[in-house]
Nanobody, 126 residues
Framework: QVQLVESGGGLVQAGGSLRLSCAAS????????MGWFRQAPGKERQFVAG????????GYADSVKGRFTISRDNAKNTLYLQMNSLKPEDTAVYFC???????????????????WGQGTQVTVSS
């Protein structure tokens, strides 16, 4: 059974930092694209950052470029999102996703992801 478990969310003041982790179990994803999405209350789930299986290709939403960094440790089957200079508008539930098929790049669209974690809440106070 495949499981993705996010951790690292919490309450932080504007300008602060958080590091999210997503631990995968049940299979390895070293050749699979993975990504982070977020969903604020009343809004759709939106792409935040994506990464290829080998970590060589990454992409970000314009709203987080220069502030967030996605990375992965395939030996630990774990995905990360380092979030710096956080803003109140970053407040959301953050989800990690993994694609079932191997891919040399990363995906920005929800339908390309087959597995999802339960989400972790990030709240940024002003």
């Amino acid at each position: 059974q495949v499981q993705l478990v996010e951790s690292g969310g919490g309450l932080v003041q504007a300008g602060g930092s958080l590091r999210l982790s997503c631990a995968a179990s049940g299979r390895t994803f070293s050749r699979n694209a993975m990504g982070w999405f977020r969903q604020a209350p009343g809004k759709e789930r939106q792409f935040v950052a994506g990464i290829s299986g080998n970590g060589g290709n990454t992409g970000y939403a314009d709203s987080v470029k220069g502030r967030f960094t996605i990375s992965r440790d395939n030996a630990k089957n774990t995905l990360y999102l380092q979030m710096n200079s956080l803003k109140p508008e970053d407040t959301a539930v953050y989800f990690c996703g993994a694609a079932q098929l191997s891919h040399s790049g990363y995906y920005t669209d929800l339908p390309n992801y087959d597995y999802w974690g339960q989400g972790t809440q990030v709240t940024v106070s002003s």
